[in-house]
T-cell receptor, first 113, second 114 residues
C-alpha cells in the first residue's frame, strides 16, 4: 500500500534552535518527494522538491535530505524563527501516476520565544 | 492575481443544501487539482484536470460530489445534499505541467455543515 508517514506528529522548540522532521514512505515506483509548509488558515507552499538522484537540497534555512534506498526523507530547520510555526507536509509522487500524489499527515511545529 | 484564488473563503450551510466552491488557477497552468483536508488529517485527493483531457474523478467520495473546469481555467466543485461529514477545508491547486512541478495552492474554502 502506498503510504507516507511523518514524525513527530507535533513538536515544540525554542526560537533559535534547530529541529529535524522525518518522513518515511512506501510509495512505489517513486518519482519525487516534496516538502510543503502550511501556515494556519493558508494553503501549502512548496519548500523543496527532490528526485531519486538527489540526496540533499536546501532552501534558505531549510535543508531536505532523501535516502531512496531506505525510503526516508528529513527536513532540517536551522536557527528556527517564530514564523516557522506551521504544519510541514511530506508529499510523494508515484512514477506511474504523476498526477496523483500521496500526502503525509504533516508535522505541526510550534516555535516559542 | 499572481496566485491561485478560491472563493468563498468560508461557507456555512445547512445539511441537505447544495454548495458550489470556485477556484481560479494561475494563468497558463494546465493542471488543476481539488483536495479535501479534514481537521488533523492529510490532504485527500478529489479530482484532477489536465488540459483538455477527461478529468480523473477517482478521488470523489460519492456521487454527490462533482466538478467542472470551463475553458481550461476556472473550476467549480459542487457538493449536493451536503452532509455533516462534508465539513472540511477544500483546497485547489494548479501547476504548469504534471511531471515534477510543484503544485501552487489556494488558501482553501472552509466548509461547515450545520
Amino acid at each position: 500500500k502506498n503510504q507516507v508517514e511523518q514524525s513527530p506528529q507535533s513538536l515544540i522548540i525554542l526560537e533559535g534552535k534547530n529541529c529535524t522532521l522525518q518522513c518515511n514512505y512506501t510509495v512505489s515506483p517513486f518519482s519525487n518527494l516534496r516538502w510543503y509548509k502550511q501556515d494556519t488558515g493558508r494553503g501549502p507552499v512548496s519548500l523543496t522538491i527532490m528526485t531519486f538522484s538527489e540526496n540533499t537540497k536546501s532552501n534558505g534555512r531549510y535543508t531536505a535530505t532523501l535516502d531512496a534506498d531506505t525510503k526516508q526523507s528529513s527536513l532540517h530547520i536551522t536557527a528556527s524563527q517564530l514564523s516557522d510555526s506551521a504544519s510541514y507536509i511530506c508529499v510523494v509522487s508515484r512514477e506511474t501516476s504523476y498526477d496523483k500524489v500521496i500526502f503525509g499527515p504533516g508535522t505541526s511545529l510550534s516555535v516559542i520565544p | 492575481g499572481a496566485g491561485v484564488s478560491q472563493s468563498p473563503s468560508n461557507k456555512v450551510t445547512e445539511k441537505g443544501k447544495d454548495v458550489e466552491l470556485r477556484c481560479d488557477p494561475i494563468s497558463g497552468h494546465t493542471a488543476l487539482y481539488w483536495y479535501r483536508q479534514s481537521l488533523g488529517q492529510g490532504l485527500e485527493f478529489l479530482i484532477y484536470f489536465q488540459g483538455n483531457s477527461a478529468p480523473d474523478k477517482s478521488g470523489l467520495p460519492s456521487d454527490r460530489f462533482s466538478a467542472e473546469r470551463t475553458g481550461g481555467s476556472v473550476s467549480t466543485l459542487t457538493i449536493q445534499r451536503t452532509q455533516q461529514e462534508d465539513s472540511a477545508v477544500y483546497l485547489c491547486a494548479s501547476s504548469p505541467s504534471v511531471n515534477g512541478q510543484p503544485q501552487h495552492f489556494g488558501d482553501g474554502t472552509r466548509l461547515s455543515i450545520l
